[in-house]
């Protein structure tokens, strides 16, 4: 019998509100049943009556908490920081804060959801400045979580091995892999590689004490590979690989559909070809894998990309079940613990320059 | 009727040697003509006159330079530039160098290449610790300039803009655009995003004073867009994102070949299409785009990939031709040397920090 669990959700968040959430639940219930699951939405009580009326399987499981007032998705984080208090996504990361929920679920604004949830819920890595986003990746072997790709754009040696902590327990909470391996990206697989963040990072990981299992540094080509569960690196790179990945995936498609429709022939071909080539594209399909956590918050909050559709949202809301239900959040916070001790000591860690310079001795 | 020219090339380096190179002298003929265009093979006399006497075309215009000696494709650089004297690699190299050959081309291991290139040919960017490596990246519209791929790992914002006088000059002589679009690579597209080094080049860039085509900050998926002609990086994203990329197109072509034989109707399907394939699949054949040249030295010297057809070997040689015509050395010395004089004008450049801070104010 599953761990009872409520789930927060913000019924407004996203390009289509209700009309995408309260599907989005059904989704979830279809593929995962409903037993000890609940959901409280926030958001506009007539629309969100309105969607679950046509959805009878979520009548049992929701209960509506109203409120008008709704963050835009273009406001800029700070300005929802001073005007969101009451909207359907500040009270649904609230009912986390309070104890209620075990997880929140929001389509809304980027920005504002972590700006929010870092006000209302504190970050519990103390080396990050912001909450760090997990791209789940498809690969040759499933799924690879790469983090962080948004938020922490210079990473040092901790903030790193704080992702690869929280990436571990992601990782093992969602895919149900017991001893995640972990990467930490570089621009070669050797010890002297790479800036010293990355070195310093490398060097106190494979040193072990955190109960990681470590495998080295990766390269970009090993994300697609699959060639380890989790993928460790700064918010800047993380976000330019993403980007580049994502660019990349589009320009070979639009390649693929000119060269599919550039002559009869190959048409045909196509329509020959077109069942197995829709079942390839439901392995990249973005709404396959949406649901990225913020991670490094005492609580955990999970974004849901603005655009996804009804079965994209459910997916969304499984990773908050399961990270609810798993000891993510107690795994997380006692490696922290443990971390902050070796970074205390490290002789001179104040001084990260000389630290990172002698730590691959003075660690092995 | 074209500027005459001398290549001189290292007929040893690669996987292949001098049964690549030859034929890729003929492949630079059939394609582009031999007119003023001549070359200096440095290697083993008996190997290449025997691939010589196969390529009928190649005899009026090579000169065979004997050496018995190589550099080994798996050497250290270190141990190459101690050892390497004497060898095909360092003999073509030093052609260049004493003022008798235009340009050099060689598939020779890539770290050899670029520090004894360095030692004899001397950097000419004063920022840079190690010559760029330009990727020639396939878009929608075209071909895009990534640089730096390689060896740069921390590029503070006199080397990015380095990169961009660079990757426009050879953009300009190679693909023949009057005034490259240029872009510096981040997470957004904002002034205030991403990190001191890329803002501040951002700031100089903007403020003009360099003769160049600035379009301002791209992200990753604006590569394969071809949004800019050349697109300036550090070397350790730089190299991150081009590797990400090649393992994205693997993953992609693994399941599309998995997808087209997955069943009977899905081959026949693939057998209709294949023209069509094969003709998508040349636009980003890695010979097509074969040949990256190592900027910021005194001299040009563009490398092949070790494992390149000869058809790629031609391209490569192509790029060469085309630089050592162009007049790409004295465009980058004279814009280098602006460059110089707006960065010892920045108030206290030596704290790069604060004059990161303020050339947002002050270049405007």
Redesign the interface.
């Known amino acids: 019998m599953p761990t009872p669990v409520l789930i927060s959700l913000d019924a407004m968040g996203g390009d289509h509100g209700p009309s995408v959430v309260v599907p989005g639940i059904r989704e979830y219930l279809r593929r995962h049943g409903g037993e000890n699951v609940r959901f409280l939405l926030h958001g506009d009580q007539t629309a969100i009556a309105a969607e679950m009326a046509k959805c009878k399987l979520t009548a049992e499981v929701c209960e509506i908490r109203h409120t008008d007032k709704v963050v835009a998705m273009d406001e800029k984080p700070a300005t929802a920081m001073r005007r969101g208090k009451g909207s359907s996504l500040w009270n649904a990361v609230e009912s986390v804060k309070s104890g209620e929920a075990g997880a929140v679920v929001s389509a809304g604004n980027t920005g504002a959801l972590m700006a929010i949830s870092k006000l209302i819920l504190r970050m519990s890595a103390p080396g990050l400045e912001r909450p760090a986003i997990v791209a789940s990746w498809?690969?040759?072997k499933g799924v690879t979580a790469v983090l962080d790709v948004g938020a922490n754009?210079?990473s040092d040696a901790e903030q790193l091995i704080e992702f690869a902590i929280m990436g571990e327990a992601f990782h093992a909470a969602v895919h149900g892999v017991k001893k995640p391996t972990i990467g930490v990206?570089?621009?070669g697989s050797e010890d002297m590689k790479?800036?010293e963040e990355v070195r310093e990072a490398h060097a106190i990981l494979r040193a072990g004490g955190l109960d990681l299992n470590y495998h080295g540094f990766v390269?970009?080509?090993?994300?697609?590979?699959g060639t380890v569960d989790v993928v460790v690196?700064d918010?800047?790179?993380g976000?330019?690989?993403?980007?580049?990945?994502?660019?990349?995936?589009?320009?070979?498609?639009?390649?693929?559909k000119?060269?599919?429709s550039?002559?009869v022939?190959?048409k045909?071909?196509?329509?020959?070809?077109?069942?197995?080539?829709k079942?390839?594209g439901q392995?990249?399909d973005p709404n396959a894998i949406n649901g990225g956590p913020l991670l490094g918050l005492n609580g955990i909050v999970v974004k849901s990309h603005g655009g996804a559709t009804a079965q994209g949202f459910g997916n969304a809301i499984r990773i908050g079940v399961d990270l609810a239900r798993s000891d993510y959040l107690t795994t997380v916070g006692s490696k922290l613990g443990r971390l902050d001790d070796i970074m205390h000591a490290l002789p001179s860690a104040a001084e990260a320059g000389e630290a990172a310079a002698s730590s691959g001795e003075i660690l092995q």
């Open positions: 498809p690969t040759l754009i210079e990206l570089n621009v790479g800036h390269e970009g080509d090993d994300i697609a590979k690196t918010g800047f790179t976000n330019i690989a993403l980007k580049t990945a994502e660019g990349t995936a589009r320009f070979i498609s639009t390649l693929l000119g060269a599919l550039s002559s022939q190959a045909m071909g196509a329509l020959l070809a077109l069942p197995a080539l079942a390839m392995k990249i």
